[in-house]
T-cell receptor, first 113, second 114 residues
């Protein structure tokens, strides 16, 4: 079945540091890939997505590229801010899976001033 | 657009009581999902509906849990009787389309069973 594996956390960075959170996936079909972010006390919200190989999703300075050859969708940001402190979830949605998404375990990011 | 609406936002109850969580999805969305989030188990999919019909309830932990979607704009998740291990944050999410559809999450209901 489908699965998503994320880099284990927690991750602690200083403000303006470079961020990478690794995500790899296993899927039988041709999935769409997502990064969601969850701020304290809130629900998950879409950060970015990519629907086919080599697509790059981007939002709020975050980027991730759909790499079919390595089955990866790593999240990057060049300069993190304190306000980026949150939990980040990698997810996939497979057309063959009747609408269901598979989520990773989440990576907690803390950015210190 | 009001987004996904959940009520109540917080619920404190005693073991053995019935708990009903409510969700109003985004208008026009075909899919509705119920999740549970805990520190120990992370985010778990409990059940999801397509066009008001339950598609997969394999994540429902036991018979004490039930979910309904009587129409396109309302769903409930019921726990009867509740137990302390049911304490968690319960999220409802809706999605406009299968396959590439993004899920839109509600703010969650924080449940504490004493």
């Amino acid at each position: 079945g489908d699965s998503v594996t994320q880099m284990e956390g927690p991750v602690t960075l200083s403000e303006e540091a470079f961020l990478t959170i690794n995500c790899t996936y296993t899927a039988t079909g041709y999935p769409s890939l997502f990064w969601y972010v969850q701020y304290p006390g809130e629900g998950l919200q879409l950060l970015l997505k990519a629907t086919k190989a080599d697509d790059k999703g981007s939002n709020k300075g975050f980027e991730a590229t759909y790499r079919k050859e390595t089955t990866s969708f790593h999240l990057e940001k060049g300069s993190v801010q304190v306000s980026d402190s949150a939990v980040y979830f990698c997810a996939l949605s497979d057309r063959g899976n009747a609408g269901k998404s598979t989520f990773g375990d989440g990576t907690t990011l803390t950015v210190k001033p | 657009d009001a987004g996904v609406i959940q009520s109540p936002r917080h619920e404190v109850t005693e073991m053995g009581q019935e708990v009903t969580l409510r969700c109003k999805p985004i208008s026009g969305h075909d899919y509705l999902f119920w999740y549970r989030q805990t520190m120990m188990r992370g985010l778990e999919l409990l059940i999801y509906f397509n066009n008001n019909v339950p598609i997969d309830d394999s994540g429902m932990p036991e018979d004490r849990f039930s979910a309904k979607m009587p129409n396109a704009s309302f769903s409930t998740l019921k726990i009867q009787p509740s137990e302390p291990r049911d304490s968690a944050v319960y999220f409802c999410a809706s999605s406009p389309r299968a396959g590439v559809g993004t899920q839109y999450f509600g703010p969650g209901t924080r449940l504490l069973v004493l």
